[in-house]
């Protein structure tokens, strides 16, 4: 299953080399919503994998863009007990408006369309 979420994007981490055929990046959108007039902000952070690390690359820190994500679990053991960790799994970012210096959204580019992950994940043993 596939979720959507649209926010600021406000973080990008470097690209991470975790082993020689796996790497991630990860990065931070803030979310703003209006509840009753007060604004609530929410920070949700995502992890790219593999060929899928470059699709940040087209956004700058301040724009707004749409994120598609599936959601990973993963179950690892560790000195005898089991440890959960979960990652929401960015596949594919839409810039939604630009920031520019003046405030006021530029033109926008053709989002790039990757296809979605396929939905049986292998097993890499890595606890992430």
Do not use: H
């Not at 929410?42 to 700058?60: E, G, L, M, P």
Request: charged share 25%; net charge negative; glycine share 6%.
């Amino acid at each position: 299953m596939s979720f959507e979420i649209e926010g600021k994007l406000i973080f990008v981490g470097d690209e991470a080399q975790k082993t020689p055929t796996f790497k991630v990046r990860e990065f931070v959108i803030e979310e703003s919503k209006d509840l009753n007039g007060r604004l609530l902000l929410n920070y949700v952070k995502f992890q790219c994998s593999n060929d899928r690390t470059a699709i940040v690359t087209k956004a700058k820190l301040g724009d707004t863009v749409k994120v598609s994500f599936n959601i990973r679990g993963t179950k690892y053991n560790k000195n005898g007990m089991d440890n959960y960790i979960t990652n929401l799994d960015a596949w594919r970012l839409e810039l939604v408006s630009m920031s520019t210096q003046n405030g006021t959204p530029a033109a926008m580019p053709e989002p790039a369309n990757f296809p979605p992950p396929p939905v049986d994940f292998e097993d890499d043993g890595l606890p992430f």
